[in-house]
Nanobody, 127 residues
Framework: VQLQASGGGSVQAGGYLSLACAAS????????MSWYRQAPGKQRELVAT???????NIADSVKGRVTISLDNSKNTGYLQMNSLKPEDTAVYYC??????????????????????WGKGTLVTVSS
């Protein structure tokens, strides 16, 4: 399974961006998807999480400005960000826990909760 994040770019403060994370491979279900970000010189931090049941958890730093969603029919998760601030500038990474099929020991086996990371997408917000 691979994750591909897209949608990053440069915007002015107050602007809007929508990030997408597309999963590919032998996927039965994405159980859980999260977005993290890492600003220059800082540790990676959790931005938001969504489960396949629709439960969400949003970091206080972005609460009210971010919507996270997951469309298992498309194997894709989304992070919509509005009212962007310069402090939102970071590389954004998606992380997913996936119910997937792997070929192992000559058989197709089902694995639950396998964790995968996508390569980041850069978001730059100018003042």
């Amino acid at each position: 399974v691979q994750l591909q994040a897209s949608g990053g770019g440069s915007v002015q403060a107050g602007g809007y961006l929508s990030l997408a994370c597309a999963a590919s491979g032998r996927i039965l279900n994405i159980n859980h998807m999260s977005w993290y970000r890492q600003a220059p010189g800082k540790q990676r931090e959790l931005v938001a999480t969504v489960t396949d049941g629709g439960s969400t958890n949003i970091a206080d730093s972005v609460k009210g400005r971010v919507t996270i969603s997951l469309d298992n029919s498309k194997n894709t998760g989304y992070l919509q960000m509005n009212s962007l601030k310069p402090e939102d500038t970071a590389v954004y990474y998606c992380n997913a826990k996936v119910y997937e099929i792997r070929h192992d020991s000559g058989s197709d086996l089902h694995y639950f909760g396998m964790e995968h990371w996508g390569k980041g997408t850069l978001v730059t917000v100018s003042s």
